[in-house]
């Protein structure tokens, strides 16, 4: 399908999604990252759908996208040299400053906390709706709490169903993951959660150290270790033992098994996974939930290579592993 914003269908998507969200409704769209569950970032009511609709706990903040950076300032306060630096190199795209909130912004949107998660998205169709609505928007990703993020349209149906007013269908997402965190409220930044922009190129830009989260951090859900979990477990193994594990696994009941090469043993459902982490990291969550939907009894993931280049795949995989 296209997903050139100009196209009939999708005009009309756009301009009858943009008076949704005036009207306080939910709209699910497409970003770069993953799809969006979208409302009014102004609006407490709405904002209290999105808790309801998701099965989130009130207290874990929300990201408010932006059409573009220069509504930064509407939203955040003392924003440092270095969250400016970083938004003139990577918005849009798959960043997300924590700021400094400004006094206007809804509880809803922090959890209750001083400080705002925003970003600028790429895609087109998130940057024509944003653009038609005008205001910032309030979009965690549109899967229900603790489970695999949706990547395509289909996903977010099957997940939310009717409990959400308008999916508007961009196709299946570029990057894959969610956006890469950096908190920038507390003094030298830190990422809080690995994404398609690495910590390196953030250091690079930010010019100066750039931690990984450790010690006090704001409440994030995605910090929650099991989280982005597929109901079916899930089992991370290293790749000399991958054909071990098969075996021995395989004798307790179905399985399925990703892998860069088809291990030995036969007796698995067996997906290849890509060799480059952007590749992987695209089709990771569309294949694990259909993995998942097999019924089988474990999935065996041969883990990725222990490399900064895998750090955000790595963690999601970690994440889906852990119960
Ligand atoms: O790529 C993405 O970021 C996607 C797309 C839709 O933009 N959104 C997304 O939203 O992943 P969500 O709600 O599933 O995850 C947002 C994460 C959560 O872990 C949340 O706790 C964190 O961002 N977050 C939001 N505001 C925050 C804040 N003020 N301080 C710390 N963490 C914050
Ligand atoms: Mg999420």
């Not at 400094?100 to 169709?125: C, E, F, N």
């Not at 961009?170 to 830190?190: F, H, K, M, N, Q």
């Not at 477990?233 to 033992?241: H, N, Q």
Request: net charge neutral; charged share 20%.
């Amino acid at each position: 399908m296209s997903v050139d914003p100009q196209s009939r269908d999708l005009a009309e998507d756009i301009a009858r999604g943009a008076e949704l969200l005036r009207a306080g409704r939910l709209v699910a769209f497409p970003t770069e990252t993953v799809y969006g569950l979208g409302a009014d970032a102004s609006n407490p009511a709405a904002l209290e759908r999105i808790f309801a609709v998701k099965g989130r706990p009130r207290s874990h903040p929300l990201i408010v996208h932006l059409g573009n950076a220069q509504w930064l300032d509407e939203w955040a306060i003392d924003v440092p040299p270095s969250a400016r630096a970083l938004a003139a190199r990577f918005w849009p795209g798959p960043l997300t400053l924590i700021l400094k909130r400004a006094p206007h912004v809804p509880d809803a949107v922090t959890g209750g906390q001083d400080t705002i998660g925003l970003r600028v998205p790429s895609h087109p169709i998130a940057h024509a709706l944003l653009d038609a609505f005008g205001r910032g928007i309030a979009a965690p990703s549109a899967n229900r709490f603790g489970r695999v993020s949706p990547t395509t349209a289909d996903h977010v149906r099957a997940d939310l169903g009717h409990d959400v007013d308008l999916v508007i269908d961009g196709g299946p997402c570029a990057v894959g993951i969610e956006s890469t965190i950096v908190d920038l409220s507390r003094g030298a930044p830190v990422v809080l959660r690995p994404g398609a922009i690495a910590a390196d190129a953030v250091r690079d830009v930010a010019r100066g150290d750039v931690g990984t989260s450790s010690g006090p951090a704001p409440r994030v859900p995605g910090a929650l270790a099991a989280h982005y979990a597929p109901r079916t477990p899930l089992e991370l193994v290293a790749s000399g033992d991958l054909d071990g594990a098969v075996e021995s696994r395989a004798r307790r009941g179905a399985l399925a098994v990703l892998a860069f090469e088809r291990p030995h043993a036969l007796s698995a459902h067996v997906e290849l996974a890509p060799r480059d982490p952007a590749a992987y990291a695209q089709m990771l969550y569309a294949t694990l939930r259909r993995l998942d939907a097999l019924g089988v009894t474990a999935i065996l993931v041969e883990a990725p290579p222990d490399e900064p280049a895998w750090a955000a795949v790595n963690d999601r995989l970690r994440r889906a592993a852990h119960r």
